[in-house]
């Protein structure tokens, strides 16, 4: 009877988003970031993603767009 491996969790998927390096990088000016940017860049899946934005500080767009920046650079848009 063979069996299955649980995978390890890297301590590195998300390091860039856990410090808030990649979504402060002046490669993007307006800050605004696509999830499947940072989700390839971190190698996260998109729910990992998620949390990761969140647990730094982040907001997604109030217009229906995908996409992400810290609360710091753009305050809610409905204050």
């Known amino acids: 009877m063979s069996t299955l491996a649980v995978p390890q969790r890297d301590p590195q998927v998300g390091l860039g988003l856990r410090n808030g390096s990649r979504c402060r990088s002046q490669e993007f000016p307006d800050r605004w970031r696509k999830p499947i940017t940072l989700m390839h860049m971190i190698g996260a899946d998109k729910e ?3 949390r990761l934005l ?3 500080g982040a907001r997604g767009t109030e217009d229906q767009q995908e996409l992400w920046c810290l609360i710091e650079y753009h305050p809610s848009e409905k204050q």
């Open 54 to 56: 969140l647990e730094i």
């Open 48 to 50: 990992t993603t998620k």
